[in-house]
């Protein structure tokens, strides 16, 4: 069982708020992702980083920063939530190196925007 | 970016059928992974291939990467109710997912 933890797992909060989503793996894996996926949706890639400093923007990453300052830790902070940010966050993380890219994933965030 | 594209995108069979779902580009993959999804829950992991014309089983999942390394399948033999998820494709450095294949197994 993959040892990476997210949380909230949900949260309802209204427009204009400042959030913060939690991602923590103690698996010492290099490479984290946060995803967005509506439901029965495919993923979308928002951030990712190779190690620590390291942060990189995926497809939808405007409206959102990550910070990478521990291993274990990849947290995903909107500044300015609004109802079009209602979705499932995943967060993943994989080995570094030379490696299949093989992601472990969290449970995932439920957000409601209102 | 290397694009992923999987098919079907809809599928609903019976228990005990077989079928088969496809995972394609126009790009070279060192490696493709394939994940399930149930509603609610992250993706988890089946299996990774790595070699052109590689086969891997895990029971009834039959894994196929071609032998260009730009497409895979996915064949399950005699499907259970147990394998309703959203199934996933996902590969290259920048770790980009197929939109999956939605699959429901109905008893």
């Known amino acids: 069982e993959a040892d990476i933890y997210q949380t909230p797992r949900y949260l309802v909060i209204g427009t204009g708020k400042k959030i913060t989503l939690e991602c923590s793996q103690t698996m010492g894996h290099d490479k984290m992702y946060w995803y967005q996926q509506d439901p029965g949706m495919e993923l979308h890639l928002i951030h990712y980083?190779?190690?620590?400093?390291?942060?990189e923007k995926g497809d939808l990453s405007s409206e959102s920063t990550v910070s990478r300052i521990r291993t274990e830790h990849f947290p995903l902070t909107l500044e300015s939530a609004r109802p079009s940010h209602t979705s499932q966050y995943l967060c993943?993380?994989?080995?570094?190196?030379?490696?299949?890219?093989?992601?472990?994933f969290g449970p995932g965030t439920r957000l409601t925007v209102l | 970016t290397q694009l992923l594209e999987q098919s079907p995108q809809f599928l609903s069979i019976q228990e005990g059928e077989n079928l088969t779902v496809y995972c394609n580009s126009s790009?070279?993959?060192?490696?493709l992974q394939w994940y399930r999804q149930e509603p609610g829950e992250g993706p988890v992991l089946l299996v990774t291939v790595v070699t052109g014309g590689e086969v891997k089983k895990l029971k009834r999942l039959t894994f196929q990467f071609g032998d260009a390394r730009k497409d895979s399948s996915l064949h399950i033999t005699a499907a259970q109710t147990g394998d309703t998820g959203l199934y996933l494709c996902?590969?290259?450095?920048?770790?980009?997912f197929g939109a999956g294949t939605r699959l429901t197994v109905k008893p």
């Open positions: 980083s190779y190690g620590v400093n390291s942060t």
């Open positions: 996902a590969g290259g450095n920048d770790m980009r």
């Open positions: 790009s070279v993959f060192s490696s």
């Open positions: 993943a993380s994989s080995f570094g190196g030379i490696s299949y890219n093989e992601q472990f």
